[in-house]
């Protein structure tokens, strides 16, 4: 059995937590094992939590999932949840473009300590005030086509939406796919 790290990150409110508990509680054939944890290292914020999940993925990986802190004021955290990783998922909220700036920032932050495969998936595509995909996409900076992430529309309260997310990063993983 081979352990892998997946980091969800992702503004405040973006679905971080949902994504992992969802993640964590699929009855799916290939997911064979659920945990859920939350672990609190300041009393006075439930913001300073992240997530922890569990997912076996077939019968080679312990898929580890972390949600980081939204706060960039936890960005300690960020820095050590994201270096054991090979990979993670930046969530953005599609009808919070005031955010936008934000994620940018945390993906900077990101990218200035690992280079691995990562990808972005968009919430709250269902409500009202949501962007389109290829708007956000420019407005987070991705003006061209080329080193473009792979962007894809995930809601975490959807089982089989978070499963095709959580396939779409670890297609990445295979030799090749990046
Ligand atoms: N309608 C809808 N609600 C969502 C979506 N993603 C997250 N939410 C809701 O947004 C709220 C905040 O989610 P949460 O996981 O706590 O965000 P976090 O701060 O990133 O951990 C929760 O009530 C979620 O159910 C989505 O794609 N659509
Ligand atoms: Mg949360």
């Not at 999940?53 to 080679?60: E, I, L, S």
Request: aromatic share 8%.
């Amino acid at each position: 059995m081979k352990n892998m790290r997946l980091v969800v990150t992702g503004t405040v409110g973006a679905g971080k937590s949902t994504f992992v508990r969802t993640a964590s509680e699929i009855e799916v054939v290939q997911i064979e094992r659920t945990v859920t944890d939350e672990i609190s290292i300041d009393k006075e914020e439930t913001t300073v939590a992240f997530d922890f999940g569990k997912v076996t993925f077939g019968p080679d990986i312990d898929l580890h999932i972390y949600g980081t802190p939204g706060q960039s004021r936890f960005d300690f955290m960020w820095d050590i949840l994201i270096q054991d990783a090979q990979t993670y998922i930046l969530l953005v909220a599609a009808h919070r473009p005031n955010d936008f700036p934000y994620a940018r920032s945390i993906l900077s932050f990101m990218e200035q300590r690992v280079e691995i495969p990562m990808i972005i998936g968009l919430t709250h595509m269902d409500c009202s005030g949501a962007l389109s995909s290829e708007e956000i996409t420019l407005q987070l900076g991705y003006v061209s086509e080329s080193n473009r992430p792979p962007i894809v529309t995930v809601n975490p309260n959807l089982r089989t939406s978070v499963l095709s997310t959580l396939m779409t990063s670890m297609e990445l993983l295979i030799p090749g796919n990046a």
